[in-house]
């Protein structure tokens, strides 16, 4: 399958006809040589291939810290696509300088993954903190320097930024005047413009694979997408997250990064940025789609969970055709769906929460942040006067699918929220899972860890009910 694609790398318009299930790493190193993009882990782990990936959203550019291991060139159709190369002029970056300064930089290998990140920090923000700046960088990893160093000459370019007066400039001119980006970003957004329009991507008849955002099917199966015919669901316009008769709309193609942005999802979920925290690294999540995390149908998809305990609902499409099912009745086994192959997943929609409703969301992991879950659960519950009127529950990492919780959920209805009903939905519980032992955990570790998920949803959401200290 080959296809012309057009982007802009660095400085250049690049038009080629390529299969376009080739990744941009080979592509920029192998092709157009620019090796300052390493090749670390090649799972979206290690951040040394960051790369900045410019797009063109309401006539605003917007530029996102990506991992080029994982990111398909079929997804970079009239993009901006920015290695180290990129920002490098006659001089090194202020960001470069500081961190030879501070001796943050020992072999190397992962300097420029750092410097794309932290400039994307600097490019996506007004305000900055030290504590989001790390977290921007959070999925870059040096084994070299123990990141002391590193955090030192981030916060040096963060006071240097703090006391800089803008006198009035936008973003892009800002940090080119202080030596962060070269001349040449003023003029990318109308060379974007210009860049012809995306192209259809085949015929949906004869798809072997739909591929979203790729973080998972490029770590498994790069390779096997290589000369397959394939459509990309990033270029069906399905970015967006829509309000309509108290109902959110969510299209496929919609990045976590965006759904953790949303005003919308934060107003519904309060505590959505400490649920996002437990879920993938900023790179990870700037291309990670919500359709992809679902359709993947991991047992411990972070997004699918959330989603089954908001009783949310999908639409399928196939050419004209479309079907909406609930989507905890997409999973029939492991890795088995109520899906055609030619179908794919449009959008996922909820009813927006209502005011006396409450939710939550539980992760356990080897790593405490940034990893693949052991166990995961989300509750969704509604209350009136303590008693229990509409609940959801679901888990993660304890059976062949993700798991709606049905017949614990079925037990709590208009039970009253106290010590007595957390502990006699136990047993209940436990005879619906059918975890086993794996790598992230035995058998019975699993069960423990579910029974302890259930219990911080209410120690959370009902302090003031529940007796923790006789709880646990």
Same mark, same amino acid.
């Given at each position: 399958?080959?296809?012309?694609?057009?982007?802009?790398?660095?400085?250049?318009?690049?038009?080629?006809?390529?299969?376009?299930?080739?990744?941009?790493?080979?592509?920029?190193?192998k092709?157009?040589?620019?090796?300052?993009?390493?090749?670390?882990?090649?799972?979206?782990?290690?951040?040394?291939?960051?790369?900045?990936?410019?797009?063109?959203r309401n006539?605003?550019?917007?530029?996102?810290?990506?991992?080029?291991?994982?990111?398909?060139?079929?997804n970079?159709?009239?993009?901006?696509?920015?290695?180290?190369?990129?920002?490098?002029?006659?001089?090194?970056?202020?960001?470069?300088?500081?961190?030879?300064?501070?001796?943050?930089?020992?072999?190397?290998?992962?300097?420029?993954?750092?410097?794309?990140?932290?400039?994307?920090?600097?490019?996506?923000?007004?305000?900055?903190?030290?504590?989001?700046?790390?977290?921007?960088?959070?999925?870059?990893?040096?084994r070299?320097?123990?990141?002391?160093?590193?955090?030192r000459?981030?916060?040096?370019?963060?006071?240097m930024?703090?006391?800089?007066d803008?006198?009035?400039?936008?973003k892009?001119?800002?940090?080119?005047?202080n030596?962060?980006?070269p001349?040449?970003?003023?003029?990318?957004?109308?060379?974007?413009?210009?860049?012809?329009?995306?192209?259809?991507?085949?015929?949906?008849?004869?798809?072997?694979?739909?591929?979203a955002?790729?973080?998972?099917?490029y770590?498994?199966?790069?390779?096997?997408?290589?000369?397959q015919?394939?459509?990309?669901i990033?270029?069906?316009?399905?970015?967006?997250?829509?309000?309509?008769?108290?109902?959110?709309?969510?299209?496929a193609a919609t990045?976590?990064?965006?759904?953790?942005?949303?005003?919308?999802?934060?107003?519904?979920?309060? %505590?959505?940025?400490?649920?996002?925290?437990? =879920?993938? +690294? @900023? /790179? &990870?999540?700037?291309?990670?789609?919500?359709?992809?995390?679902i359709?993947?149908?991991s047992p411990?998809?972070?997004?699918?969970?959330?989603f089954?305990?908001?009783?949310?609902?999908?639409?399928?499409?196939?050419?004209?055709k479309q079907?909406?099912?609930?989507?905890?009745?997409?999973?029939?086994?492991?890795?088995?769906?109520d899906?055609?192959?030619?179908?794919?997943l449009?959008?996922?929609?909820?009813?927006?929460?209502?005011?006396?409703?409450?939710?939550?969301?539980?992760?356990?992991?080897?790593?405490?942040?940034?990893?693949?879950?052991?166990?995961?659960?989300?509750?969704?519950?509604?209350?009136?006067?303590?008693?229990?009127?509409?609940?959801?529950?679901?888990?993660?990492?304890?059976?062949p699918?993700?798991?709606?919780?049905?017949?614990?959920?079925?037990?709590?209805?208009? %039970?009253e929220i106290?010590?007595?009903?957390? =502990?006699? +939905? @136990? /047993? &209940?519980?436990?005879?619906?899972?059918?975890?086993?032992?794996?790598?992230?955990?035995s058998?019975?570790?699993?069960?423990?860890?579910?029974?302890?998920?259930?219990?911080?949803?209410?120690?959370?959401?009902?302090?003031?009910?529940?007796?923790?200290?006789?709880?646990?």
């Amino acid at each position: 399958m080959i296809e012309e694609i057009t982007f802009i790398l660095n400085d250049d318009i690049v038009s080629i006809n390529i299969d376009p299930a080739v990744v941009l790493l080979d592509f920029i190193r192998k092709q157009k040589h620019l090796t300052g993009t390493k090749e670390g882990c090649k799972e979206g782990d290690c951040g040394a291939c960051s790369v900045l990936v410019g797009n063109l959203r309401n006539n605003k550019l917007e530029y996102q810290a990506i991992n080029s291991c994982l990111l398909p060139l079929g997804n970079i159709n009239s993009t901006h696509i920015v290695t180290i190369e990129g920002l490098n002029s006659i001089n090194l970056t202020q960001i470069q300088t500081e961190f030879i300064i501070k001796g943050a930089s020992q072999c190397g290998f992962c300097t420029p993954g750092f410097i794309v990140s932290l400039t994307g920090y600097l490019i996506n923000n007004k305000i900055y903190e030290i504590d989001n700046a790390l977290n921007s960088i959070a999925g870059n990893i040096c084994r070299c320097t123990g990141y002391t160093s590193i955090k030192r000459a981030v916060n040096d370019v963060l006071n240097m930024f703090n006391s800089t007066d803008g006198n009035g400039l936008d973003k892009i001119s800002l940090l080119i005047k202080n030596n962060i980006l070269p001349n040449y970003f003023s003029g990318i957004t109308e060379r974007l413009k210009k860049i012809q329009a995306i192209k259809s991507n085949g015929n949906d008849k004869s798809v072997k694979y739909f591929v979203a955002g790729g973080t998972d099917l490029y770590v498994q199966k790069s390779d096997e997408l290589l000369d397959q015919q394939i459509i990309f669901i990033k270029n069906k316009n399905l970015s967006y997250i829509r309000i309509e008769d108290k109902v959110c709309r969510v299209g496929a193609a919609t990045s976590f990064e965006m759904i953790n942005d949303s005003p919308v999802f934060q107003t519904c979920f309060p %505590k959505l940025k400490n649920y996002f925290d437990l =879920i993938a +690294s @900023l /790179p &990870i999540r700037n291309c990670a789609t919500i359709g992809g995390n679902i359709i993947n149908a991991s047992p411990i998809g972070d997004m699918t969970i959330f989603f089954l305990a908001l009783n949310a609902s999908i639409v399928l499409s196939k050419g004209a055709k479309q079907r909406k099912i609930l989507l905890k009745s997409l999973f029939k086994g492991y890795k088995q769906l109520d899906k055609s192959d030619n179908e794919f997943l449009e959008y996922i929609e909820f009813k927006l929460p209502s005011k006396n409703s409450y939710f939550n969301f539980e992760k356990v992991s080897k790593r405490s942040h940034l990893d693949i879950a052991s166990v995961n659960s989300a509750i969704y519950v509604e209350i009136v006067d303590n008693i229990i009127k509409d609940i959801h529950i679901s888990a993660g990492g304890v059976s062949p699918i993700p798991l709606y919780l049905a017949n614990t959920s079925r037990f709590l209805l208009d %039970k009253e929220i106290k010590m007595d009903t957390v =502990i006699d +939905s @136990l /047993p &209940i519980i436990q005879s619906e899972i059918s975890p086993i032992s794996d790598v992230r955990g035995s058998e019975d570790y699993k069960r423990l860890l579910l029974n302890q998920l259930f219990k911080a949803h209410f120690i959370e959401l009902f302090p003031e009910l529940i007796n923790v200290e006789a709880l646990i």
